[in-house]
């Protein structure tokens, strides 16, 4: 959607409403809404019977397109997109009454079954482009996601495309979320104005379609850095969403998943998951990091355990939202791990049956808030009544509390919040989960980790058994002893300059690597997993 400017005052002397533009705009996407769902519906259900030339077929798209022009010509585009189980044209829902719901059950269904967020048309679109962007369309077991749109680039269906994935912005509540890229746009366009108005209809959900500079994850045409971004935002809507303040308010489940979402998008996108915030040092900045890394780790590994997006954005809010109980007790600890005192200890095991009585305390209880309950209340309880709370040995922990134990205690040994913290890699915080720390969890939910994050995880130093030096970018699904590398050393212990050498996209089965670095050793290493 384009960048929407707050409404400027009439011009000194002259009379007129301030803000007419934005409620015609309101005015055309209310009155486009139920035709363009019902003209999409029929689209949609012909085109199952009839090619995309056949007469009939052509007919009802010509009447889907004109149902959408009256939106082209005020906005210069019209945008679909689903935002949770809410439909919105032009960021206007498009409410839900006894005539519309089979429509919009319908679309939901078809928009879901081909995962993309909706579709956008810009001025410009033709019948032709619209017949194109529909025989894709249809085909759902070939096209979909990404998959979609990038057919649709290289069919030239440039003025109607999908919307890979939809973004909220939250003005109320301090902070925006970007999710992966809809079309070629500059840079000047995109992202939502901080200065805005909200989406219409009192929600907080409004769609938003990024440039493809703003790409999440590591794929083709995904520029470098861009999985930081998409981790930067998130960490931002955590210390939103986590600061005592807004604790203390009352949350709402809805801004976690917003803040979850993004990062279930990129482990159905196959992002690598790559833990390594080791500069930070300020408390609340690790508390929201490792909030987030858990949240990565745990959301992929659902992700590998097949859960569907329903249950892996469940499991990201729980995950999210496992150590809240730590905001209660955590400014009465002041000494690293190795150092707490009893007292500092004691406090320290409280924070799971805190983070209950907060979540209690601070959110409407619903199903989702009961799985983040027990997720706070399990993530430490380890098997038999091992770990704390002390539960009981006939107490048996959820699948989801299971999962978030495994991804906070890999992103724990990393982080740096203790002496041992400071020097494990990737590599090596894998080593201990599945060698002495191996009988605190599940078996099935260690193998979704490794599954996870491969033999050697994102961001390690390996050394190939040429004496080249190379940091991980991912692993390989095919065979997990040959990840994704990029080259970072010569064998004669050169450093390759920018794009000298190509990554290694996996390491080629005539080679190996032969053993895990730490990064001390090549402290030059800043452009690390991009």
């Known amino acids: 959607m384009s960048q929407r400017l707050p409404p400027q005052g009439p011009a000194q002397g002259s009379p007129g409403p301030v803000e007419s533009t934005e409620s015609d705009a309101q005015m055309v996407a209310r009155g486009a809404g139920m035709t363009v769902l019902t003209r999409l519906s029929g689209a949609i259900r012909l085109g199952r019977s009839y090619k995309a030339d056949n007469q009939v077929f052509v007919q009802q798209v010509e009447e889907l397109l004109q149902a959408l022009r009256p939106l082209i010509e005020h906005s210069g585009e019209a945008v679909l997109a689903v935002l949770e189980n809410d439909l919105y044209l032009n960021g206007t829902r498009i409410p839900v009454r006894g005539r519309s719901l089979r429509f919009h059950s319908f679309i939901l269904d078809e928009l879901r079954r081909r995962q993309i967020a909706g579709f956008k048309a810009t001025a410009g679109v033709t019948i032709e482009e619209m017949k194109i962007f529909f025989r894709l369309f249809l085909q759902p077991d070939v096209y979909s996601g990404t998959d979609l749109l990038t057919e649709c680039l290289a069919q030239g269906t440039d003025h109607i495309l999908p919307a890979v994935h939809a973004s909220a912005h939250a003005p109320s509540s301090g902070f925006a979320l970007s999710a992966a890229a809809l079309e070629r746009r500059p840079a000047a366009n995109a992202g939502p104005d901080p200065g805005g108005s909200g989406p219409t209809d009192d929600s907080s959900d409004t769609a938003s379609f990024p440039g493809d500079h703003e790409l999440q994850g590591s794929g083709p045409g995904a520029p470098r850095g861009a ?304």
Not at 230 to 238: C, L
Not at 305 to 330: C, E, N, P
Not at 336 to 351: G, Q, V
Not at 369 to 378: D, F, S, Y
């Open 227 to 530: 999985a930081r971004k998409s981790h930067s935002a998130a960490v931002a809507g955590a210390r939103s969403l986590l600061m005592t303040t807004s604790l203390q308010g009352g949350m709402e489940l809805r801004h976690a998943k917003r803040v979850v979402q993004p990062l279930v998008d990129g482990a159905f996108a196959a992002e690598p998951v790559v833990v390594g915030l080791s500069s930070l040092s300020h408390h609340d900045d690790y508390t929201y990091a490792h909030a987030v890394n858990v949240t990565l780790v745990a959301v992929t590994m659902g992700h590998s355990l097949d859960l569907d997006r329903r249950a892996l954005a469940d499991l990201g809010v729980a995950a999210l939202l496992h150590d809240v109980g730590k905001s209660t007790v955590g400014r009465q600890i002041h000494n690293l791990l190795e150092s707490f005192t009893p007292e500092e200890e004691r406090l320290a095991e409280m924070h799971p049956v805190e983070g209950v009585k907060l979540l209690a305390r601070s959110t409407t209880l619903n199903p989702t808030t009961l799985r983040c309950m027990r997720v706070a209340l399990e993530h430490h309880a380890g098997p038999e009544g091992t770990g704390f709370p002390a539960l009981g040995r006939d107490w048996r922990t959820s699948m989801l509390s299971r999962i978030v134990s495994v991804a906070d205690c890999f992103v724990s040994l990393q982080m740096h919040r203790s002496m041992r913290g400071a020097h494990v890699t990737p590599f090596e915080a894998l080593g201990m989960m599945l060698g002495p720390l191996k009988p605190r969890f599940h078996p099935a939910m260690l193998w979704a980790l490794v599954r996870t994050v491969g033999f050697y995880p994102p961001g390690q130093l390996v050394t190939l058994d040429d004496g080249t030096v190379a940091v991980v970018l991912a692993p390989n699904a095919e065979d997990l002893s040959r990840p994704h590398l990029r080259p970072l050393f010569a064998p004669d212990g050169r450093r390759y300059v920018r794009d000298e050498v190509l990554d290694l996209k996996p390491l080629s089965a005539d080679r190996s690597v032969k053993g895990a670095l730490r990064g001390a050793e090549y402290p030059d290493n800043e452009d690390q997993a991009a």
